[in-house]
């Protein structure tokens, strides 16, 4: 099986890539033999037909090396200026490590509000694929400047996962500071072996791995498989590696056993869509769902009728992501509702034959339709 998969590695030809500030940065700042490195290693594969995306940390880390301050400082605004002092660097040592193979790079800066919006998410999706026309390696990160908490990915590992299906990448490679999983936090003594490959990765999998993350950048292990079984869930295999192994994303490309390489199971794969309502979208509000709405939804795959919705929480618009909720406070899906909350707050428990004379308006007959509907099993 591993070697299997491996070897069909050899037939990707879009590919995402995340390398972290751990590998990015050393005291004095940018680490440009890694960066370099990794430009002279895609710009080959590059000229043999590939396409590659970066998602690229080492903003703050650069801006720190160039202004060097207290670590002991906690504002905000001190890391989102160090993050604009260093972005600049980032891109350049990419735009110089590129040029040399006569390729160009591309930055993209987004926050979580950006792709929050479905319709400017499928924007930055056709800005990638002009990106690619004209043969560009988009290189994005965070826009640090300006992201607060709520407006804030997690960290660049959940970034990736989030932008999988804008890349329409087909495999998603994390660089790091080590040659894969192990059983055991590599750091301590008797960590056993790496592991070379996880199929069918589960949330219990995950939360159950050790290491968190260090002192630079946001990640750490269990950061990168959370965003393998978000890769996994749309059916892209994920193999996490070393960054300082040489020619590495060649090396994976070839299907030599590098790294630890996360398959996706034989399940279901989620569409673009039902990607983005579970994993990149955030709910604007609730619907609180009677029993009988809950059993509908839960065991007969049906969609969301008005006369089963018994509260509405928050303020949201048509179109929506709203969380669905049962009587007893338990989450139970997610969807995009077809109503805005005043409106669901005047249909609630109505009878779907008389919606539009209460609404007076041409209506839909659902609150939110299956098609448009997640039903929550397990969720790291
Ligand atoms: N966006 C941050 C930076 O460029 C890093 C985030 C992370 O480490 O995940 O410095």
Redesign the pocket.
Known sequence: MANKARTSLKAYTRILIKI??RVLSTKNGLNYRVIERLCDDLSLLKDSGKEFAIVS?????AGSAIMPVSKKFNALSKTQAL?AIGQGSLIRAYNDAFRRYGHVAAQVLMTREDIDNRRRYLNIRNTFTALFEFGAVPIV??N?TVSVDEIQFT???LLSAMIIPAVEAQVLIVLTDIDGVYPLDPRIKDHGQRITEIIDIKPKDINASSSEAGEV???GIKSKLQAAYRASLLGVPTVIASAYQPQVVSSILAGDDVGTIILPGKSRKLTQKDHWISFVSRPKGKLVVDNGAMKMIMHKGKSLLPCGVVDVEGNFKAGDPITIGDSQGRDIAVGLSNYSSDEVYQIKGANTKDLCAILSKECDEEVVHRNNMIVKKETP
């Open positions: 972290g500030s940390s080492g903003a703050i880390a993050a990160n965070e640090d960290d660049n590992d950048g946001r990640g």
